[in-house]
């Protein structure tokens, strides 16, 4: 096989949550210029919306905003049902959507405690689970199907920044992504994650946006930047094409050495 239909995606089926901003936008955006067909989704349609819009411009993939409430059982199945009425099977599925909360621990509230989780574990097990049947129909031996889940650095060691309940978070994503590796291998479905360092997003913006903060930040990154949008392609592009057929239980740092330090 040549090198460039090695990472050839093209015409193949994706569904990012959290697709319509921050990270989620630049995986959207990465798949769709590679030819995919991308639904995205979110608690707020207008982000998805615009996404849509812009990146349908561009082409030559095509994005599909949807509505998601990923935080109750009923708007996760509402989610996967919405897919399956409009696809029949599913190459590629990206748990991106999550949230984060910062407290003194003392002040640190439970109801934040259930929200992280249930977003950011609870519901990529769920969603994974219920579109199934659609990643099963898609993959084969040659090609299999992809569950690719965002974790985080500080999921690989122990950085709270007064995020109490995100961090063990997305240590239970990266624990929950090699479970799922071993027991979907024989269904021809690849999952790995991603644990990606400091990017420009929503969720990031209170640094990234804050001269000294972000000083800081970048101060903690072996490589002394930010993540950018050609870092997300390069992984995707990896991750979702034949060349990583060989890959699954992977936990793939992209944090510009972060995890690499003590």
């Not at 998805?48 to 349908?56: D, F, V």
């Not at 990583?244 to 050495?257: C, R």
Request: with cysteine; charged share 20%.
């Amino acid at each position: 096989m040549d090198q460039v239909s090695l990472f050839d995606i093209s015409g193949k089926v994706a569904l990012v949550t959290g697709g319509g901003s921050g990270i989620g936008a630049m995986i959207t955006e990465t798949l769709v210029r590679a030819g995919c067909k991308v639904f995205i989704a979110s608690r707020k349609i207008e982000a998805c919306a615009k996404t849509a819009a812009s990146l349908n411009d561009i082409g030559p993939g095509k994005v599909i905003p949807l509505q998601a409430d990923l935080l109750t059982a009923a708007g996760t199945e509402a989610l996967a049902e919405a897919v399956k009425k409009q696809t029949d099977r599913l190459d590629i599925l990206v748990n991106n959507s999550g949230m984060t909360w910062g407290a003194k621990l003392e002040d640190f509230p439970r109801d934040k405690w259930d929200q992280v989780l249930t977003l950011n574990v609870t519901a990529v097990a769920d969603l994974t689970r219920l579109l199934l049947p659609l990643l099963k129909t898609a993959g084969n031996k040659e090609d299999p199907a992809r569950v690719i889940n965002i974790g985080s650095v500080v999921g690989t060691r122990p950085m709270s920044n007064m995020a109490y309940s995100y961090a063990p978070s997305k240590a239970a994503v990266h624990h929950l992504t090699k479970m799922l590796s071993s027991e979907l291998a024989s269904q021809n479905i690849l999952v790995n994650a991603i644990a990606p360092g400091p990017f420009e997003s929503r969720m990031m913006a209170f640094v990234a946006e804050n001269d000294a903060l972000r000083k800081q930040q970048e101060s903690a990154v072996p490589l002394g930047r930010f993540g950018r949008s050609d870092d997300i392609t390069g992984m995707m592009l990896f991750l979702t094409s034949k060349a990583s057929t060989y890959v699954t239980g992977a936990i793939l740092p992209l944090d510009g050495g972060m995890s690499a330090n003590p």
